[in-house]
DNA sequence: GTTCCGCATGAATCGATAG
DNA sequence: ACTATCGATTCATGCGGAA
């Protein structure tokens, strides 16, 4: 990253906007890495949150075209999506869109799995819980950054609990024993043999009643962020809402860029901010 | 079913032939339930479990299509296939079929997951070990047939505590709902041992007990042919290698027609039937 | 500081009812 | 007929307060 790139770029910031507004408003290839969790599709409200199933594909393009051009060539895009169930249908926009944005240009590179294991209760006579969703991984070009041994967890069974466990308190134990970084943490840890993951992450949502609900967990944006970048990275998420991303850049020392339209999430993700700073003994991040 | 049906109909058969071809020969609407696992695409080997990638969907949609006819009105299709990754992208010929299989008049009912916990080892710099594998789900019509009852898991253990006391808060939340249904409710939880599943199976690659290798394993097809048919239901898959799903159907009372190209892979299915029908005394399943 | 236990919550989905 | 709203269904988890 040059020095231009951020006199341009103003990092660590939430900006209440609109995204495609904003995202036109940044520098090219400024970005290590994106992760969002863009608003549902949903044709009954037509709120913010909710854009009409038939419009999706449309709405989102020029998101994504932006995407492009402020990624940086070795960057990855992470896009975590879940078609809705319309008229006993799994939609097709989720398909379509991934179509489109290979004409962008972009390589469809993997798609991951998140597991939700505490999913939605409920029954119905023609299908079961719904218990995942897709993690769509989009690059500009074949060889892109990727930090495995980041993401390395422990052999054996207790594994998949260590991963499960990403959240709150695992945040605090993390940041009270180490101030250098989480990736050197977790290389640093007591077993000597660690495997890679599988492209099947196994995390709970959050339930906790915090006042307000994160869409995913912590851990889905700090896996995929310890993955795909290294410290002092610039992480991008142009729908942020509740502001989880930019929590999770602030534990991993990367910069972050939020992005949110309504003026309600922009101050909840600004005061989830203000109050990691202050459990961290008002020692912001420094900034370059 | 009636007695046209199974005049026209041979069951419990393994047929050797060009799938579609022996499709084709069948009668309509006899079909309950069809679960296949087709030859995956590849580019490179140019042999009967390699179809080339942008072949792919030209060459399943006749067979599809076939399918559909054969199937009952209120029968389901279970599809188990991955992408291939090709030139470092994950390639889209599953999307497309998807897209192309609705045009045909299919419904996308539901895609379930089918997480390999014992997944296929090794290394890759770009991409983590694929784990999992669609289990797409298509009807011809929004009622269909389902049996959810046949698929019940044990409840977890947090049940044990939960149960044990019944708390104030438990009867006040029910209430609020509902009004009079709270003894109802109580009872009904405390009774209760066995859950329904989500849409994501936890099954590992094992194959049939026999030493025969099998491209997916016998719990995956036995799992979705409970959930999707009663017994003496005929049971169709049109790629049926080594006969894994007709044992499924030799253990479950139901009926099979499974079709296979090669001649080896037929022996070998037709050996299994025979193993396992010697493994039951000689008792073969009554025929109608 | 640990462990235990109660409890509210969730990007859900269908079918019935209302406009 | 067609769309919008609402009630009913249901289970594993993290969190916070208690032991």
């Not at 290979?102 to 719904?130: A, M, S, V």
């Not at 991984?137 to 950054?145: A, E, G, H, L, S």
């Amino acid at each position: 990253m040059t020095i231009d790139t951020f006199s341009a770029l103003e990092v660590d910031k939430i900006i209440q906007g609109d995204s495609l507004t904003v995202l036109r408003s940044l520098p090219d290839s400024c970005i290590n890495f994106i992760f969002t969790s863009p608003p549902y599709a949903d044709n009954r409200k037509k709120t913010y949150k909710g854009i009409p199933i038939k419009e999706y594909v449309t709405w989102f393009l020029p998101i994504s075209s932006e995407l492009k051009r402020v990624l940086k060539a070795d960057g990855t895009f992470i896009l975590n999506i879940k078609e809705r169930t319309e008229d006993g249908e799994r939609q097709t926009y989720v398909l379509e869109l991934i179509l489109e944005m290979r004409k962008q240009g972009w390589l469809w590179t993997e798609e991951y799995i998140w597991h939700k294991k505490n999913c939605y209760p409920g029954r119905w006579p023609n299908r079961f819980r719904d218990a995942w969703e897709r993690c769509l991984q989009f690059n500009k070009q074949k060889n892109f950054k990727m930090y495995q041994e980041a993401v390395m967890v422990p052999i054996g069974d207790w594994s998949k609990k260590r991963l499960a466990k990403l959240s709150e308190t695992d945040r605090i134990r993390d940041v009270s024993k180490v101030g250098s970084g989480f990736g050197k943490n977790v290389s640093n840890w007591l077993g000597k043999r660690f495997v890679y993951p599988t492209n099947v992450l196994h995390l709970s949502t959050e339930c906790a009643n915090r006042g307000h609900s994160a869409s995913f967990p912590y851990s889905l944006p700090a896996w995929f962020i310890r993955l795909f970048t290294q410290e002092e990275d610039i992480v991008l998420d142009p729908f942020i809402g509740s502001g989880t991303s930019a929590i999770a850049c602030l534990d991993l020392n990367r910069h972050y860029v939020g992005i949110e339209a309504m003026e309600s999430y922009t101050n909840l993700a600004r005061e989830s901010v203000n109050n990691w700073k202050a459990g961290h003994n008002g020692h912001s991040k420094k900034l370059i």
